[in-house]
């Protein structure tokens, strides 16, 4: 869909006048998976495809929400955006209204808005951040609040957890909000201090493989993993004062490691602290050029994520599994939140082909379910089109 295309569905649903657009992107983790809600490293990257919001201010005191992807639509009372609806799509931008109000902010006037994406939703590429953080980046501006960006990546967390009630970390509200075009974003998730990393791969490209499982990140699972975090600081306090994992590092948690006694939250815990290593030793390597040291941590996240983390599944396993078989393929693993969603893998150029052929063709026959490719293009965060 083109701008000029949105702009004529805007005008059909609300009538003429003035428009204004912003885009914010999903995102592609590359490494440092679980990591976020502990404190940790995680390096992920903005997409180029994402979530619209087109945007007009009205007379109205209410504010109208419809999308193109999503038959509901409403409207709702300026006093009322802070009142989830039912299980509906617009309590996301809802949810993030509220945060603004929570704020002590008001909104002077109504707005019509129509929202557009180009980004597969429930496939672990942050379709919702998309979502929260382009209804931040336009409230904010479009009502002149003046926050800072990485506030509004708060916010736009903030209304996850509690409009949408997943206890999740700050990395997808973060790149969406904070990347930049051909950049990972290296993030510490307990400072929020960030680094840009040029990501230069010399012939070889970043390449999403869609399960098209659909990643059940209910909120169930998802925070069952956060409790198992916490359960682990609390196994390992009396030994070392920690507040989260990610304070504590590889060689001290291997002499801990064995006082916590339930081995189910000491592999959890295992996943993370080594993950968070990864990741550091990934964003080195990358730094140095040396992509097959990159390639060879992505895999070895994957393996912790499955056997220590137990959050990939089937699908994914088979992905990364007929992947791996494929020559070219420097590395390859699961990304985001798991149980179903994308893979991420990096290909070199000449055997981008050989792998969608070869791993879609060997994944619909041992899964049944028909994958779908991207070649990722690394984006730019939230920002007004126009
Ligand atoms: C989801 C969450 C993130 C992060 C990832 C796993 O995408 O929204 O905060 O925890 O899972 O790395």
Same mark, same amino acid.
């Not at 109208?64 to 509901?72: P, T």
């Given at each position: 869909m083109t701008i000029e295309q949105l702009k004529a569905k805007f005008i059909e649903k609300y009538g003429e006048g003035e428009i204004s657009g912003y885009f914010s992107p999903g995102r592609v983790n590359l490494i440092g998976e679980h990591t976020d809600y502990n404190g940790g490293f995680v390096f992920p990257c903005a997409l180029s495809f994402g979530i619209y919001c087109l945007i007009r201010t009205t =007379?109205?005191?209410?504010?109208?929400?419809?999308?193109? =992807?999503?038959?509901?639509?409403t409207e709702v009372k300026l006093e009322n955006l802070n009142i989830a609806i039912g299980k509906e799509w617009v309590n996301y931008p809802i949810g993030v209204f509220a945060q603004f109000m929570k704020k002590g902010l008001n909104f002077d006037k109504?707005?019509?808005?129509?929202?557009? +994406? !180009?980004?597969?939703?429930?496939?672990?590429?942050?379709?919702?951040?998309? %979502?929260?953080?382009?209804?931040?980046?336009?409230?904010?501006?479009?009502?002149?609040?003046?926050?800072?960006?990485? /506030? %509004?990546?708060k916010m736009g967390q903030k209304a996850e957890h509690e409009f949408a009630l997943v206890n999740c970390g700050i990395m997808d509200q973060f790149v969406s909000a904070m990347g930049k075009k051909d950049h990972?974003?290296?993030?510490?998730?307990?400072? %929020?201090? &960030?680094?840009?990393?040029?990501?230069?791969?010399?012939?070889?490209?970043?390449?999403?493989?869609?399960?098209?499982?659909?990643?059940?990140?209910?909120?169930?699972?998802?925070?069952?993993?956060?409790?198992?975090?916490?359960?682990a600081v609390k196994a390992i306090q009396p030994f070392q004062q920690i507040y989260a994992l990610g304070e504590i590092s590889w060689d001290d948690f291997l002499k801990v490691e =064995?006082?916590? /006694?339930?081995?189910t939250v000491r592999g959890r815990a295992r996943h993370v602290v080594s993950e968070i290593?990864?990741?550091? !030793?990934a964003v080195k390597a990358l730094r140095a050029g040396d992509l097959i040291q990159f390639g060879k941590l992505m895999n070895d996240s994957h393996d912790s994520l499955r056997d !220590?983390?137990? @959050?990939?599944?089937? /699908?994914?396993?088979?992905?990364? /599994?007929? +992947?791996?078989?494929? !020559? *070219?393929?420097?590395?390859?693993?699961?990304?985001?939140?798991?149980?179903? *969603?994308?893979?991420?893998?990096l290909v070199k150029t000449e055997a981008i082909d050989t792998f969608?052929?070869?791993?879609?063709?060997? &994944?619909?026959?041992?899964?049944?379910?028909?994958?779908?490719? &991207? @070649?990722?293009?690394?984006?730019? +965060?939230?920002?007004?089109?126009?």
């Open positions: =007379d109205r005191k209410t504010v109208r929400f419809a999308s193109l =992807d999503m038959s509901f639509e109504g707005a019509d808005l129509l929202f557009y +994406g !180009d980004v597969p939703t429930g496939a672990g590429l942050s379709s919702s951040a998309a %979502l929260e953080v382009v209804t931040a980046v336009v409230i904010n501006d479009i009502y002149g609040f003046g926050i800072d960006r990485v /506030e %509004l990546a990972a974003v290296f993030l510490n998730c307990d400072t %929020l201090a &960030y680094d840009l990393v040029p990501v230069k791969l010399d012939g070889v490209k970043i390449v999403i493989s869609n399960t098209n499982s659909p990643h059940k990140l209910d909120s169930g699972k998802y925070n069952e993993r956060v409790a198992e975090c916490h359960a =064995d006082k916590i /006694e339930n081995e290593k990864r990741t550091e !030793d !220590d983390y137990e @959050v990939t599944g089937f /699908e994914l396993d088979t992905m990364v /599994e007929e +992947g791996r078989k494929i !020559d *070219g393929v420097i590395g390859t693993r699961m990304t985001g939140g798991g149980f179903g *969603g994308c893979t991420v893998s969608i052929e070869q791993v879609g063709k060997n &994944y619909v026959q041992k899964t049944g379910l028909k994958p779908l490719f &991207y @070649v990722a293009e690394i984006g730019d +965060g939230g920002k007004k089109l126009f």
